[in-house]
């Protein structure tokens, strides 16, 4: 009896181990996705961390486009002549979380019956998975897949609770970056015309043309050149009036 009772406290002992170990791994997860300066890199800390420090072997990651899934990376080693784009049509739990933004963590993938029997997560020898969404203010912008090759002990309270942390701040690094672009390009939007009005001062109205254009350029960087033309009925057609970058 003294011995299953020292057992016991040896199995308490190292699942609070373990959970305390996943625990600081989550939240270093966390406190590096502050330092993010894009949602791609955002998304490879999150994967790269799962991996590194909280030893998970393969991680997908999974969007919205158009309605349909997509995959759209992979982190980790996948076994050869498996093709896990072609197999993502089928059932799998990204399209879950995708769908209904749940969060899910099994630790034993054989005894799961709803599960185990994904063709993606068969070809990738999952024995235990975590998968859950980030939910942005516009909605479901990707789900994560963790996927590990071995049994991983039976997940607790805390181990939801620190998945649900790195979603919830994946998803808040991701709002900000949204919001700093979207003011960034407000701001320069207000400079330009700042701009535009101080340059009109009291031009001639060719030179008013030519700023248009020219205001025009900088708020389209990617227009190689413009023009401004004004439809003239009698002839019916549209006249020049000031153009920039035309050879």
Same mark, same amino acid.
């Given at each position: 009896?003294?011995?299953?009772?020292?057992?016991?406290?040896?199995?308490?002992?190292?699942?609070?181990?373990?959970?305390?170990?996943?625990?600081?791994?989550?939240?270093?997860?966390?406190?590096?996705?502050?330092?993010?300066?894009?949602?791609?890199?955002?998304?490879? $800390?999150?994967?790269?961390?799962?991996?590194?420090?909280?030893?998970?072997?393969?991680?997908?990651?999974?969007?919205?486009?158009?309605? $349909?899934?997509?995959?759209?990376?992979?982190?980790?080693?996948?076994?050869?002549? $498996?093709?896990?784009?072609?197999?993502?049509?089928?059932?799998?739990?990204?399209?879950?979380?995708?769908?209904?933004?749940?969060?899910?963590?099994?630790?034993?993938?054989?005894?799961?019956?709803?599960?185990?029997?994904?063709?993606?997560?068969?070809?990738?020898?999952?024995?235990?998975?975590?998968?859950?969404?980030?939910?942005?203010?516009?909605?479901?912008?990707?789900?994560?897949?963790?996927?590990?090759?071995?049994?991983?002990?039976?997940?607790?309270?805390?181990?939801?609770?620190?998945?649900?942390?790195?979603?919830?701040?994946?998803?808040?690094?991701?709002?900000?970056?949204?919001?700093?672009?979207?003011?960034?390009?407000?701001?320069?939007?207000?400079?330009?015309?700042?701009?535009?009005?101080?340059?009109?001062?009291?031009?001639?109205? $060719?030179?008013?043309?030519?700023?248009? @254009?020219?205001?025009?350029?900088? @708020?389209?960087?990617?227009?190689?050149?413009?023009?401004?033309?004004?439809?003239?009925?009698?002839?019916?057609?549209?006249?020049?009036?000031?153009?920039?970058?035309?050879?």
């Amino acid at each position: 009896e003294m011995v299953e009772k020292v057992q016991l406290q040896d199995l308490v002992i190292a699942d609070l181990s373990r959970a305390s170990k996943r625990i600081n791994a989550g939240l270093e997860i966390v406190e590096n996705l502050n330092k993010q300066t894009n949602r791609s890199t955002i998304l490879e $800390t999150i994967c790269q961390g799962l991996i590194s420090k909280m030893g998970f072997d393969i991680v997908l990651v999974a969007e919205p486009s158009n309605g $349909t899934p997509q995959l759209i990376n992979i982190w980790g080693a996948v076994p050869p002549d $498996t093709n896990p784009e072609a197999l993502f049509g089928q059932r799998n739990p990204l399209h879950k979380s995708l769908a209904d933004a749940e969060i899910l963590l099994i630790s034993d993938l054989e005894n799961n019956q709803h599960w185990n029997k994904s063709p993606l997560l068969g070809a990738l020898n999952s024995k235990s998975l975590i998968s859950f969404p980030i939910s942005t203010g516009s909605g479901i912008d990707a789900a994560i897949l963790a996927i590990s090759q071995q049994v991983l002990p039976e997940f607790i309270n805390d181990d939801e609770t620190i998945f649900r942390l790195i979603s919830h701040q994946s998803a808040v690094a991701i709002n900000n970056l949204n919001l700093m672009t979207e003011t960034g390009y407000r701001l320069l939007e207000v400079n330009l015309l700042l701009d535009f009005s101080r340059r009109l001062g009291s031009l001639d109205p $060719t030179r008013i043309l030519r700023i248009l @254009v020219e205001s025009a350029m900088q @708020v389209s960087q990617p227009a190689q050149a413009g023009m401004v033309a004004i439809f003239d009925p009698g002839l019916n057609l549209l006249v020049p009036q000031a153009a920039s970058r035309y050879q």
